[in-house]
Each structure stands twice: as C-alpha cells, then as structure tokens.
C-alpha cells in the first residue's frame, strides 16, 4: 500500500496553468484543477495531516476497484477538490433523473447519465446534494462536454448506481 510523505507539497504551476502535488523525488501530479477554480493558488504548501488522512481514506476505499496509478491520481484530485477547489455550480439540470435510488456514500463510485455515463467518485455529501469528481468524460445534455478530473455538484437523485446488474439479481 502507499504511504505519504512529509516533503509531499501543493504547487499552482502558473506555466500550466493547474494545481500539482509535488511529491518525492521529484514525482508530481497534475490535477485538472485550473487558477479560476482554486480558492487559492498554493505555493510549496506541504500537505498536512488532515489532508494526508483523507488522501489515505480515499485511496483505501479505491483500493481493488482501480488500478494503483489510477487509484493514486484520484486520492490525490479528491483531496484538492476538498481544500482547494471553490464550490461548483449545481449542474443538475444537465444531467438525466435517475429513477433507481443510489444510495452511494462520500468516497463511493456511482455514474451520472448526460448524453452518455461516466463513472463518478463522491467527494462531499449534503442532502439532497453531492459532489462528484468525474473519472470519465461525459456529454452533457446541452452538448458541452466535461472532462475527467473536474468536480460536478448535482442532486443525489442524478445518480445511478454503478453496479445495476447487482441490483436487478436482488431483485428477481
């Protein structure tokens, strides 16, 4: 399992433009997270307890359902969603309405449905409301299309569960 160390560091790299969590030997990671998103634009700011221990919450809850490179970029785009990026407009609108209830909880996968899915991972939770870091590109239903690694806050009630074929066994 990976384990975080204390010379791990946020960094806005104004050249590109996003935030990078600088890591050991020179190794970083780039989230899709630009200037206009952040709340502030960290420079050398190491990362703290809180933040390493959400990072390994995260990526433990991951752990088995993506593969670790995977797994390690999400943790870390979760975790710069939580402190870093300002709070996204409710896209619900742009999204289908899920008939089947999803009960997926914060660091649970889920899929929202524009014109097509794309696999979801939620970072923050109030009801009715959650935000979702998309981990696939997804059309929305006015055309525009969102990558992965952006954070999209919708109603619960826009999301479907990620296991339907589970669901429907259970049921019959």
Not at 131 to 149: Q, W
Request: glycine residues 4%.
């Amino acid at each position: 399992m990976l384990s975080v160390c204390p010379d791990w560091c946020w960094q806005y790299c104004t050249e590109q433009d996003r935030l990078v969590l600088q890591m050991s030997s020179g190794q970083h990671i780039k989230t899709a997270f630009s200037a206009k998103e952040l709340t502030i634009l960290p420079n050398q700011q190491s990362l703290c307890m809180e933040q390493a221990q959400v990072f390994m919450d995260f990526a433990e809850a991951l752990e088995g359902l993506l593969p670790y490179c995977e797994l390690l970029n999400i943790a870390v785009h979760a975790v710069a969603a939580l402190y870093f990026v300002k709070t996204p407009n409710q896209k619900s609108h742009l999204f289908k309405f899920s008939s089947i209830e999803c009960r997926t909880e914060v660091m649970g996968m889920a899929k929202l449905e524009g014109v097509n899915r794309a696999k979801v991972l939620l970072v923050a939770k109030s009801d009715p409301i959650v935000d979702c870091l998309l981990l696939e590109p997804v059309e929305l239903l006015n055309g525009k299309t969102m990558s992965a690694g952006q954070l999209v806050r919708v109603q619960q009630n826009r999301l479907i569960p990620l296991q339907l074929s589970s669901l429907y066994a259970l049921t019959a």
